[in-house]
């Protein structure tokens, strides 16, 4: 959740700092947005990059339960991806 939370943050700051003309605080709004954005698409990837193999896996060995958690892991990432 800090990735969406430094997003929020660095819109905030972002559009404060277009608003009074202080561009410090825009560029550091933008930069923060931009790291948040990045962190949480990089937790995203990392969830579908192990919740596929934990289904690989699960089917391999005929487990469902495996199966179905690397599945639910990897749509877990894809909507951290997306935002």
Avoid: H
């Amino acid at each position: 959740m800090t990735g969406r939370m430094d997003e929020l943050k660095g819109s905030v700051k972002e559009t404060v700092g277009k608003a009074t003309d202080d561009e410090q605080l825009e560029t550091e709004g933008e930069a923060q947005k931009t790291a948040g954005k990045a962190e949480r698409e990089t937790k995203g990837a990392a969830n579908q990059a192990v919740g596929g193999v934990k289904a690989k896996v699960g089917d391999a060995l005929d487990n469902e339960q495996m199966q179905a958690e690397g599945e639910a892991q990897r749509a877990k990432g894809k909507g951290q991806s997306a935002g």
